[in-house]
């Protein structure tokens, strides 16, 4: 092979890599805001757009420099070392099966794990050429993914369980909940900021030194941001939450950043009424000699409506008028800019809380209801935890959208394969990767987004904070003693774990979409791998001319 041979292979991999990419952040990213928009804490766009910033910093700023040529080591490098354009079509296919996969999940609104598609991929490839010898079916491969079907969602669950137990009996039942939540959330802000930047250093944020620092010196790093969130938490945050909540006040969001030096301001009673003080109702009169009778009166707003008809008749002729004097051109265009910005705005604009949902009525009807004053104290950790988890998954998480596509890259290249097992990641590759990410959740993210939460349970800030503060503290502590986990399916398992824990227990659990999900899990390696080995063996074994 000679440098910069088989171009076909690097730019078809391009369009696909970005297709991968797309459908990662449709189903992969959606997952850690799925709880926050399920509860209330954050609206769809809300979150569409804080999640499109974290995963997109996360990947450029603390994004891997280098990556795996082959995902997990699940088949060794040395089968491609004689023949490296044979890795680049071996990737181009573990990209397409790994894409036609999640977008297929992704379409049936099932959460599936980013990184199994991609190695059930390679496997496909590796079976497709070499034989199923070629894959590595112990601990070190295909057996520790099917353990991480079961721990994954046990673990995090038992994590998540014992998080809102603890919740669910120092604040939300006592009898004064919203006095208890003021005094302990701080503790809450302190516990929940060391451990997220615990769990980004010390899992070794890929674009910095964080893996070689020591355990001191991350404990230490941990623990001063804790003290200043905890900080923030008992001088910002809990005072701005009293005068909006118990004084009324008519305070904004970026209020709470001001909030010691801010003034008493009107209630968001006074401040309505200051509103439309300009605008009375016509029920007030200021003349007596205004006043009318009942049937009068109907008569005049009759009259009053038809001449309104007709003045929006004659605007509506004179607009039809115009139209035909800028031309049909004009006109089509307007028709075609509406229809796009629909097609943009789309996956924003679903309702994704499923609280109208006829068939999720029973589950929820099982769920423990506490006060909302106590629960709005939560709003604001779950996006603090939600936000983190996304930008950790950018950073840690994107190689699994742009390592093939790096790998592609590196021999058209150099003509040749790292014995090292390692191919650098360029920052571009890491923004085109990004961009397809944010693209995917924003247009498609709805879907799961809508089959998990509220679908799965009933969803208040307290549970999807201890749902996604205990799924981020699961893969931490797992993937450090070297236990197989999924983000993916550590937030299934919390979900459910939370949902067991209100007074309805099981039945407060919707148990058919968590079936539906083990079924996702199980089927992403054959699936991937059988679209993607099928591939490699037409494109690889197919005749050519000599």
């Known amino acids: ?152 969602p046990v673990a995090a669950g038992i994590v998540a369980a014992t998080i809102y137990t603890i919740t669910k009996h120092a604040i939300l039942r006592r009898v004064e909940s919203f006095k208890w939540g003021i005094r302990l959330v701080p503790v809450y802000f302190f516990f929940t900021a060391a451990i997220e930047v ?56 970026y209020h709470v950043f001001v909030i010691p030096f801010l003034s ?7 401040a309505d009424v200051e509103e439309h003080a300009d605008s009375p109702p016509l029920s007030i009169c200021t003349n007596p000699s205004d006043q009318t009778e009942p049937e009068e009166a109907s008569e005049k707003a009759a009259a009053k409506l038809k001449e309104l008809d007709n003045e929006v008749i004659e605007q509506e002729n004179i607009e039809d008028t115009t139209t035909t004097k800028k031309g049909w051109a004009a006109a089509k265009f307007a028709e075609y800019k509406k229809k796009a910005t629909d097609a943009m705005l789309n996956g924003v604009r679903q309702d994704v809380r499923n609280l109208d949902n006829d068939k999720l009525q029973h589950i929820h009807a099982n769920a423990e209801i506490f006060e909302d004053d106590a629960e709005y104290l939560f709003s604001f950790l779950q996006i603090i935890t939600a936000c983190m988890a996304s930008f950790a998954h950018g950073s840690n998480d994107v190689s699994n959208a742009v390592g093939p596509i790096s790998s592609i890259f590196d021999v058209w290249n150099t003509a040749e394969v790292d014995v090292a097992g390692k191919v650098p990641i360029p920052v571009w590759i890491l923004v085109y990767g990004g961009a397809a990410i944010d693209l995917g959740l924003l247009t498609m993210g709805y879907r799961i987004m809508r089959s998990m939460g509220n679908n799965i349970t009933f969803f208040t800030p307290s549970r999807g904070f201890c749902a996604e503060l205990a ?18 399916h550590c937030i299934t398992g919390a979900s459910a774990a939370i949902g067991l824990c209100n007074t309805g227990g099981y039945k407060a659990v919707n148990w058919k979409m968590l079936s539906w999900c083990f079924f996702s899990w199980f089927i992403t390696l054959p699936a991937a791998g059988l679209v993607a080995g099928l591939m490699f063996a037409m494109m690889a074994n197919a005749p050519h001319f000599i």
């Open 198 to 253: 615990f769990y980004i250093i010390y899992k070794g944020a890929p674009g910095t030194d964080a893996s070689s620092m020591s355990i001191g010196a991350i404990i230490g790093i941990s623990i001063g941001a804790a003290a200043v969130c905890a900080a923030f938490g008992q001088f910002f945050f809990c005072p701005w939450v009293v005068r909006r909540v118990k004084g009324r006040e008519n305070l904004k969001w």
């Open 264 to 270: 008493k301001r009107p209630t968001i009673e006074q």
């Open 471 to 488: 799924a981020a503290l699961t893969v931490l502590t797992c993937s450090k003693l070297g236990l197989p986990v999924s983000t993916t």
């Open 1 to 152: 092979m000679y440098i910069h041979e088989y171009t076909w292979i690097f730019a078809l991999g391009m369009v696909v890599a970005f297709i991968d990419a797309y459908g990662i952040g449709a189903n992969d990213v959606a997952n850690s805001f799925a709880t926050s928009v399920s509860s209330g804490s954050l609206s769809m766009v809300q979150a569409c757009i804080i999640a499109c910033f974290t995963e997109f910093l996360g990947a450029v700023l603390l994004g891997a420099n280098t990556a795996e040529t082959i995902k997990g080591g699940i088949l060794s490098i040395d089968y491609y070392t004689n023949q490296p354009e044979m890795l680049m079509l071996a990737m181009l296919c573990a990209l397409v099966g790994s894409a036609t996969w999640v977008l297929i999940a992704t379409k049936n609104g099932w959460p599936v794990s980013s990184t199994h598609s991609v190695v059930g991929a390679i496997i496909g490839t590796g079976i497709a050429a070499f034989g199923a010898n070629s894959i590595s079916w112990g601990w070190d491969g295909v057996a520790q993914i099917i353990t991480s079907w079961f721990l994954s």
